[in-house]
């Protein structure tokens, strides 16, 4: 099966940096994703990583370490928007190749002035 | 831009009766997914499908559930016999060939059973 830990809240100050870290333990692992969901509304993607390291996207970034379980989410130049809940998700490994994120629960972000 | 759409928005539903839920994906894409997701919960798999055919379902997709593609846009869930527990957001996604690492989600359709 798998595990997915994140941290349930985080706040942090429009215009700054935050890290959204998230854990995974998996019998096996094909890759991660990374989904914004406002309250009330559908996931939206954000970033799938399969490699070691850290991708750019904007202002957001995701960075990825296989040998350790471990993912984090970087936003930058907060925005209020930006407040939402982030899913942390492996791509479940019982599932060949099909690209099925199993969601964690998902670390609901406050951004405030 | 192209977007997934769900019909009804919101759907209320006495127990053991059927439900279908209605989505229409981006059109070119190949892919395409039910979740679920209970209030204050997990987004849940639910089915993938794929050239017509069901690829993968989750242990939720039990035979209460089934899924079609009616013609070349359309895209329903349907449960049979619905239950209390069945009360949720419902979401539709799909992926295009290329990409299939990159699903785009419809707005949901809440679900209440009563």
């Known amino acids: 099966g798998q595990n997915i830990d994140q941290p349930t809240e985080m706040t942090a100050t429009e215009g700054a940096i935050v890290q959204i870290n998230c854990t995974y333990q998996?019998?096996?692992?094909?890759?991660l994703f990374w989904y914004q969901q406002h309250a009330g509304e559908a996931p939206t993607f954000l970033s799938y990583n399969v490699l070691d390291g850290l991708e750019e996207k904007g202002r957001f970034s995701s960075f990825l370490s296989r040998s350790k379980g471990y993912s984090y989410l970087l936003l930058k130049e907060l925005q209020m928007k930006d407040s939402a809940s982030y899913l942390c998700?492996?791509?479940?490994?019982?599932?060949?190749?099909?690209?099925?994120?199993?969601f964690g629960r998902g670390t609901s972000l406050i951004v405030h002035p | 831009e192209p977007e997934v759409t769900q019909t009804p928005s919101h759907q209320v539903t006495q127990m053991g009766q059927e439900v279908i839920l209605r989505c229409v994906p981006i059109s070119n894409h190949l892919y395409f997914y039910w979740y679920r997701q209970i209030l204050g919960q997990k987004v849940e798999f639910l089915v993938s499908f794929y050239n017509n055919e069901i690829s993968e379902k989750s242990e939720i997709f039990d035979d209460q559930f089934s899924v079609e593609r009616p013609d070349g846009s359309n895209f329903t869930l349907k449960i049979r016999s619905t239950k209390l527990e069945d009360s949720a957001m419902y979401f539709c996604a799909s992926s295009e060939l290329g990409r299939p690492h990159e699903q785009y989600f419809g707005p949901g359709t809440r679900l209440t059973v009563t």
């Open positions: 998700a492996v791509r479940d490994p019982q599932r060949g190749g099909s690209y099925i994120p199993t």
């Open positions: 998996t019998s096996g692992f094909n890759g």
